[in-house]
């Protein structure tokens, strides 16, 4: 072989080696910094629920699926049904997030019947079941450690005026705020968009509820996935209402999945929380756009992806 050649030929294989040296330590660069990133707590406090995580855990019931949560970074849950379980289960959840060191999301404070027995009826009999749901539910709170119990008022009562029927509301509600105060429990308003006939729409309509019950314990659920369908503006909406926000929610328009699936910037609402200064729990109640395991993984990044703000 002729001097040169040999020469060239040694200089592209040590540039190749090179080369793929680079990407070889790029790719192992890479694998651990996602290896370091997986179980590292998220910038904010969101909190998946019951069956989000089930394929990942084998299946498993919601213990496990709490332990896996926390693996993953996650330091909140939260449980609409908690009020529906036994109170042996309610006490192995709280104590399960008291040894993680875990906080207790939303539970709802439902009466039953899809929220027809409205409080805007100003009809005693809807008033009282809903007072005697508002103390069972102290004892459900006790067990699992929770600080916030969502509460919707139910639907119109479209034979009164809506001034007649705010005044019911504020009523009632201040009957349950009464209940909880002591004990420190909030429960907390959720104007929501699942059908025009429900009586709480807008978080505007919320805040005005709340500043007239004047209390501690009554405040307000943004959930952005419903504002984000009945009014949208959602963070002027937001800081307008800043003083009565209590707790937070996720979903993404339409389809109501993760962020990432839809047309909100949840990159840069999770910021301007983060620059608020909130520190309470970003409740992931949303569905998972994919399936089994991949879906959830896939639904893990997306959080990762929004969550890199900072």
């Given at each position: 072989?002729?001097?040169?050649?040999?020469?060239?030929?040694?200089?592209?294989?040590?540039?190749?080696?090179?080369?793929?040296?680079?990407?070889?330590?790029?790719?192992?660069?890479?694998?651990?910094?996602?290896?370091?990133?997986?179980?590292?707590?998220?910038?904010?406090?969101?909190?998946?629920?019951?069956?989000?995580?089930?394929?990942?855990?084998?299946?498993?019931?919601?213990?496990?699926?709490?332990?896996?949560?926390?693996?993953?970074?996650?330091?909140?849950?939260?449980?609409?049904?908690?009020?529906?379980?036994?109170?042996?289960?309610?006490?192995?959840?709280?104590?399960?997030?008291?040894?993680?060191?875990?906080?207790?999301?939303?539970?709802?404070?439902?009466?039953?019947?899809?929220?027809?027995?409205?409080?805007?009826?100003?009809?005693?009999?809807?008033?009282?079941?809903?007072?005697?749901?508002?103390?069972?539910?102290?004892?459900?709170?006790?067990?699992?450690?929770?600080?916030?119990?969502?509460?919707?008022?139910?639907?119109?009562?479209?034979?009164?005026?809506?001034?007649?029927?705010?005044?019911?509301?504020?009523?009632?509600?201040?009957?349950?705020?009464?209940?909880?105060?002591?004990?420190?429990?909030?429960?907390?308003?959720?104007?929501?968009?699942?059908?025009?006939?429900?009586?709480?729409?807008?978080?505007?309509?919320?805040?005005?509820?709340?500043?007239?019950?004047k209390s501690p314990s009554c405040k307000i659920l943004y959930d952005i996935y419903h504002m984000q369908?009945?009014?949208?503006?959602?963070?002027?909406?937001?800081?307008?209402?800043?003083?009565?926000?209590?707790?937070?929610?996720?979903?993404?328009?339409?389809?109501?999945?993760?962020?990432?699936?839809?047309?909100?910037?949840?990159?840069?609402?999770?910021?301007?929380?983060?620059?608020?200064?909130?520190?309470?729990?970003l409740g992931m109640e949303h569905g998972i756009a994919g399936k089994g395991k991949e879906g959830e993984?896939?639904?893990?990044?997306?959080?990762?992806?929004?969550?890199?703000?900072?």
């Open positions: 072989m002729e001097r040169r050649k040999f020469l060239q030929n040694g200089t592209l294989a040590g540039i190749s080696a090179l080369a793929l040296g680079g990407i070889s330590n790029a790719a192992q660069a890479a694998s651990a910094n996602n290896a370091s990133v997986a179980g590292k707590p998220f910038n904010m406090n969101y909190g998946p629920h019951d069956g989000m995580f089930k394929n990942s855990a084998n299946g498993g019931n919601f213990l496990d699926q709490i332990k896996y949560m926390y693996d993953q970074g996650f330091r909140s849950i939260e449980d609409n049904g908690m009020l529906g379980r036994s109170p042996e289960e309610q006490s192995k959840i709280g104590e399960l997030l008291n040894k993680l060191g875990m906080t207790m999301g939303v539970f709802v404070v439902d009466t039953g019947n899809n929220w027809k027995p409205s409080l805007a009826t100003g009809k005693q009999e809807f008033k009282e079941a809903f007072i005697k749901t508002c103390k069972a539910s102290l004892e459900t709170a006790k067990r699992c450690n929770a600080k916030w119990a969502t509460v919707v008022p139910g639907y119109f009562e479209r034979t009164l005026p809506i001034g007649v029927q705010t005044a019911h509301v504020i009523d009632a509600l201040r009957s349950g705020a009464e209940i909880f105060e002591p004990h420190g429990l909030i429960m907390v308003l959720e104007p929501l968009s699942d059908n025009p006939d429900l009586f709480l729409r807008t978080a505007e309509q919320s805040f005005e509820i709340c500043k007239a019950v369908r009945n009014t949208g503006n959602l963070i002027p909406v937001m800081d307008w209402c800043w003083d009565e926000i209590a707790y937070i929610q996720i979903g993404d328009n339409p389809g109501r999945k993760e962020p990432g699936t839809g047309e909100i910037n949840y990159k840069n609402i999770f910021k301007h929380l983060h620059n608020k200064g909130y520190k309470g729990v993984d896939a639904l893990i990044k997306a959080y990762r992806e929004a969550d890199s703000f900072i």
